[in-house]
């Protein structure tokens, strides 16, 4: 198995761990946090797809799904592509309002699909293509595949567990 295979197995196991910490949860149970300052379930998809589109949408030089394709109405938000969830305060996370848990696997479906397509046409060459070279070594397009898969399976583990909490409560 060569690297890209092995990014195309890694993002193709993420639908259904999305799926599973959205599935049946109400708006409400959405963007129930369980302390004051914690993220919800909705945010946290919202964020790692947001991620997602953002930084594969960059790699391919293309706008981001998010603002072409009018999600943000669907999470009460504006069409702004810098607003990624990156840094958001307990404030910005509370506005993160998605309309239902089929929003967030239909926008998240949508992103999943284009990062699927940029993924298989990639060659090993241009997994080493340099994308930043503000950092010290250079950031590769492969790394920052790493970077988005590494970020999408921490915050889609930590929907899991908030899903858990908001079924216990």
Known sequence: MDAREMLIEAFDRLPDLVRSAVDGLTPEELHWVPAPGANSVGWLVWHLTRIQDDHVADLMGEQQLWVRDGWARRFGLDPDSGDTGYGHSAAQ?????????????????????????????????????????????????????????????????????VRGLVKAR
């Open 93 to 161: 996370v509370d506005r993160v309002r998605p309309e239902s848990a089929e929003a967030l696997v239909a926008y998240f479906d949508a992103v999943s699909a284009r990062t699927a397509d940029f993924l298989r046409g990639l060659s090993a060459k241009d997994l080493d293509r340099v994308v930043d070279e503000g950092w010290d070594p250079p950031v590769t397009v492969g790394v920052r595949l790493v970077s988005v898969l590494n970020d999408d399976d921490q915050h889609v583990g930590q929907a899991a567990y």
